[in-house]
């Protein structure tokens, strides 16, 4: 009796575990979507970064450090030009708060400003604060597959869901077999176009393969572009809990 | 001529009774248009006026496509010299500098997105009537006070009083980051509800100061109080900032095309109206020229019949028409006018409206405009659609027989 118990039991583990492997070697595009995030975010990193926002008769860059820890944790404070040295973002969650040393006040960014350019770029808010609406408020679809660099690229068709809070009518989203995201299309309602997320300039950084540059292009604003430029980033580093709270917003301790 | 000129007044006056009361429903009408066009062309002006008083002005200067995307780089530079140049070449005092920005407004416990005005404190009273709209506090003191006024929709929302902090943040000209932190020393109620609910105003020197602005500012505002001036106005503007080719001159109804439209729909809803008052007063005199012919089928038969054509009766009895229409009309209109006029020198007060207007800052009497347009329009639609609606009566005295027509009793 014993006996069979056992053999019972093994069967179910290994029934588990079968189905519990790939069986195919296409993966869904569920599982591709939120392997990109995942590898994007990684458990928690460190970047210097530069942004610069570009329009046709004038330009501006602005350096900073970005720490991130999970997928719902950030923190970005800028470093140069002087002017706007000191200034801070905090995201948790959905939530999102600002800091400006010139004022010495912590404001929350309210629901209603989620579309307006993050620190005037062409980066919303939401694009900043809610990269995991992608995994949990989105349907997703491969479309097609394509190669980038001698890579698989997929292809990926992402609908919100009907009741989702999302502003898109859909996003494609392009992401390679080693989980780098490619790009990223923005459509609205209407299915026409708004905005293009595209990506250049895949570099190894700590041992790891790293989009450094992305660039936000507004369709009906060819002229008018910002672009994001990584350049160094650590991975997996260890970031005390602190780093991510309004007092440490307010007031860095080295 | 002078024959049938005399032989038509005879006519018309063999009954007497009956001419009188034509006369009476034409120049009713028209008595009735004149008054109304008048008063309804009186009540756009007073819209537009209002309108143009409370902030807008009646001309602007900005940068070229500045209005359809309003860009905080898309900005005129050394605002307030241009400003003060403009005043003494146009001779017009009523010239205020502003520039606008954008940014996130925090209260102690709230935080919105509003509109941020910079202005010049000194003129600003001279091109809105925001500044005599205080309800609270006192309006911006002088041109570089650290201190803000803000709409009472905004100040309820944001839970905040006279002498309370606001955080502002924002994105400056210059891209950097713009952050300040202002008392609010007063509180006004406009009326309208966008500029209570998304305005806040600070002094110009102040607002170029916190958005990096370096002298520049983004609209030029110019106020006259006569409204009709305004293609004039916008012409001599055009050419005096002729200099700086990146500059416009925007007129109150490119700025507001909003009220332009609701005005042309409303104008036109009222000429509804009208053309109802017109038709039945056209079909009344229809019936009295119809009867008139008629009855004198005998006598036209025989004028016929002694070699009268048919032509210059038709002639007569159109004379006929004009004489009693011109008559009328004429009457019609002096009634109309001098209604129109008392009102002009009086003011309509509608009972209840004294209140609210004086609450807005804004005159509590309707006058008519007495205009060309509002006198003319009227009587001109009456004139020619009676004198229409005696042709067909006229027409038909071509169908008659001499002898038949002799026979009708």
């Known amino acids: 009796m014993e006996k069979y118990k056992t053999c019972f039991i093994s069967c179910i583990l290994w029934i588990l575990l079968w189905h519990s492997l790939p069986v195919n070697s296409e993966p869904s595009a569920k599982d591709i979507i939120q392997a990109a995030i995942d590898y994007y975010r990684d458990e928690s990193s460190f970047s210097v970064a530069e942004m610069t926002i570009h329009r046709p008769d004038w330009e501006r860059t602005m350096k900073m450090q970005v720490w991130t820890q999970g997928i719902d944790k950030s923190l970005v404070r800028i470093i140069a030009p002087k002017k706007d040295k000191g200034n801070g973002n905090l995201v948790i969650g959905d939530d999102m708060w600002s800091f400006t040393p010139k004022i010495n006040r912590v404001i929350k960014i309210p629901a209603s400003m989620a579309h307006q350019g993050w620190m005037g770029s062409d980066f919303s808010n939401n694009d900043v604060a809610k990269a995991d609406d992608l995994i949990e408020k989105f349907t997703h679809r491969i479309l097609d597959t394509q190669h980038h660099d001698n890579k698989i690229l997929y292809i990926i068709e992402s609908i919100p869901h009907e009741d989702a809070p999302v502003v898109w009518g859909k996003e494609i989203v392009k992401v390679r077999e080693d989980f780098l995201m490619i790009a990223q299309e923005f459509y609205d309602q209407d299915n026409q176009l708004v905005k293009t997320l595209s990506t250049s300039d895949i570099k190894m950084m700590s041992g790891k393969l790293t989009v450094a540059t992305q660039r936000m292009q507004k369709v009906d604003k060819p002229n008018e572009w910002t672009e994001f430029h990584i350049l160094e980033a650590d991975y997996g580093v260890q970031i005390p809990d602190r780093y991510f709270t309004l007092s440490h917003l307010r007031n860095p301790r080295r | ?409």
């Not at chain 2, 002005?57 to 995307?69: P, R």
């Not at chain 2, 241009?82 to 146009?90: G, H, M, N, P, V």
């Not at chain 2, 028409?321 to 006029?341: D, K, P, Q, R, S």
């Not at chain 2, 007495?370 to 229409?388: H, M, N, Q, R, Y």
């Open chain 2, 1 to 409: 001529m002078n024959t049938t000129f005399r032989f038509a007044w005879r006519n018309i006056w063999r009954h007497p009774r009956r001419t009188i009361l034509t006369m009476i429903a034409i120049g009713f009408g028209c008595a009735l248009l004149v008054f109304s066009i008048g008063f309804q062309l009186g009540q756009y002006d007073l819209m537009i006026a209002n309108s143009v008083k409370i902030f807008e002005g009646l001309i602007q200067v900005q940068k070229k496509g500045y209005f359809e995307d309003s860009k905080m780089r898309s900005s005129i530079p050394d605002i307030q010299t241009l400003t003060e140049r403009l005043r003494k070449q146009t001779g017009i005092m009523d010239i205020s500098p502003r520039a606008n920005g954008f940014a996130l407004v925090s209260s102690e416990t709230r935080t919105y997105g509003t509109m941020i005005i910079g202005v010049d404190p000194k003129y600003e009273d001279k091109v809105s009537i925001i500044p005599g709209l205080v309800k609270e506090g006192r309006y911006l003191a002088q041109e570089d006070a650290n201190e803000v006024v803000i709409g009472k929709s905004l100040a309820k929302n944001m839970k905040l009083s006279i002498g309370d902090e606001i955080t502002l943040m924002g994105n400056g000209r210059d891209g950097s980051i713009a952050a300040t932190i202002l008392p609010v020393v007063g509180i006004f109620e406009s009326g309208s509800k966008d500029l209570d609910r998304n305005i806040i105003e600070m002094p110009l020197a102040t607002f170029q100061d916190t958005f990096s602005m370096e002298g520049h500012g983004h609209s030029i505002v110019i106020y006259h109080k006569d409204a009709k001036l305004v293609n004039e106005l916008q012409k001599t503007v055009l050419q005096l900032v002729e200099d700086q080719e990146t500059l416009t001159a925007l007129r109150w109804d490119q700025l507001q095309p909003g009220l332009k439209e609701a005005i042309e729909l409303d104008y036109s809803s009222g000429w509804f109206t009208y053309i109802v008052l017109v038709v039945i007063i056209v079909f009344s005199i229809m019936n009295t020229f119809l009867m008139s012919v008629m009855e004198r089928t005998r006598e036209f038969g025989i004028m016929l019949a002694l070699g009268y054509k048919a032509l210059n009766i038709g002639k007569l009895v159109m004379l006929e028409a004009c004489l009693l229409t011109i008559v009328a009309v004429f009457i019609g209109t002096l009634l109309g006018v001098a209604i129109n006029y008392y009102f002009y020198v009086h003011g309509l007060t509608l009972s209840g409206m004294e209140e609210i207007a004086q609450m807005y800052n804004m005159p509590s009497t309707i006058t008519p405009q007495i205009s060309f347009e509002s006198i003319v329009i009227g009587p001109l639609i009456i004139f020619f659609s009676t004198i229409l609606s005696a042709l067909y009566p006229a027409l038909r005295i071509r169908l008659l027989q001499p002898i038949e027509a002799m026979r009708r009793v």
